[in-house]
Every structure is written in structure tokens, then in C-alpha cells.
């Protein structure tokens, strides 16, 4: 049976990994594992794995949300009114300053809302297309200096 000092040397001697060489922003590495396949079980995806992994979605933002909040705005406006959501004996003006900054909130989230559902995602499809093509006009390029280098000789 082993002792307590050999336990504690064992703890402490793997505790202390050897240096760990981490690569570029999608470039795999092993990170100390044996392979790629004890990498994955034991540690998981990498950031860029996952990323790369999931599909783009092409579903905007759904009614229903849109209804519910649509329901919500029209029950708090409605409680803003004097003869709604009062109590007894206290009179409220008919208009104040919260219904115009409630709307402007309303429509400021609405824009970083539709900008992140529906612009984000066109505008990194673009840049890939136009990253797709560049990688496209470079092969052909090279096809065509080469059959260029092999007419010359």
C-alpha cells in the first residue's frame, strides 16, 4: 500500500503538465493527448471547432415573439393611463415623458435586434463569398502561370 508521500508526489507530479505549444486560431493541436480522438473525448471542441461545426441560420425573428411583445407594450402604455392601474384619490396627467422614452428604448433594441438576426449574418455570408471567390481566382491563376511555364519550355 502506498504511502501518503508517494500519493502527493504522484498528485503533484501531474498537476504540472509539460509547456503546451497552442497553435494559431484554427489550427488543431493535441494539447499533451495522445490524439486527436483523446482530445475530443476528454477535452471537448475547440472554439473554432464549434464555430465552424454549426449552420447558419436563416430564420428571422419569430411572430410569436413578436406578438407577445406587442401585447406587453400595449398593457404597459395602458397602465400609464389615469383611469387604469391607479389608486384611489390620486390624479395622474394623461401624458408624461415616460411613453416617449419607453418608444425610443422600443425602437432602439428593436435596430440592435434586427441588426444582429438579419444584418450579422448576410454581412459574414458576403465576406465568405468574396474570401471563396479570392481563393478561386488564385487557383486559376496558378493553373494559368503554370500552363504558361510549361508552354515556354
Known sequence: MP???DIKKRIKKNRNPDAVNEGDWGESSNFGYKNEEE???R????DWEMVSSMEHSTVGIPFWFV???AVLLIVAVGLTFPFWGNRPGYERPWFDWGIPAGVAWVVFMSAIIYYFVEMRPAKAQKLEQ???LEREKEILDSEVNHSKDENSN
Open 67 to 69: 406578438a407577445i411583445f
Open 3 to 5: 504511502n501518503n508521500t
Open 39 to 41: 482530445r475530443k473525448e
Open 43 to 46: 477535452r471537448g471542441l475547440e
Open 130 to 132: 468574396a474570401a471563396k
